[in-house]
Nanobody, 121 residues
Framework: QVQLVESGGGLVQAGGSLRLSCAAS????????MGWYRQAPGKQRELVAA???????NYADSVKGRFTISRDNAKSTVNLQMNSLKPEDTAVYYC???????????????WGQGTQVTVSS
């Protein structure tokens, strides 16, 4: 079992910065991909950024050049540095751990409780 606890959300003016952190506990494997999703009111949850244990990253086009995801495998943490924030970044941000077991043909998704990010114009 995996537990994810987020911190770092809040209210910021447009152009400002926030840093989100997520601490994972339980059994974390090198195959696990960790990332951040967000969900704005009335919209579907969407991927913001993800990172493998080897450091490969993937970003949504809307945040490229503004957000940076990082992972500390030893501490089982993943952070999201958000710069040049825009009002459209306002959403609840969720930490995610995705695990695929190809031999068993199963995959798991673990989620944090979410943290609110509000960007005022």
């Amino acid at each position: 079992q995996v537990q994810l606890v987020e911190s770092g959300g809040g209210l910021v003016q447009a152009g400002g910065s926030l840093r989100l952190s997520c601490a994972a506990s339980g059994s974390i494997f090198s195959i696990d991909v960790m990332g951040w999703y967000r969900q704005a009111p009335g919209k579907q949850r969407e991927l913001v950024a993800a990172v493998t244990s080897g450091g490969s990253t993937n970003y949504a086009d809307s945040v490229k050049g503004r957000f940076t995801i990082s992972r500390d495998n030893a501490k089982s943490t993943v952070n999201l540095q958000m710069n040049s924030l825009k009002p459209e970044d306002t959403a609840v941000y969720y930490c995610n751990l995705h695990r695929e077991l190809p031999m068993a043909r199963v995959e798991y998704d673990y989620w944090g409780q979410g943290t609110q990010v509000t960007v005022s114009s």
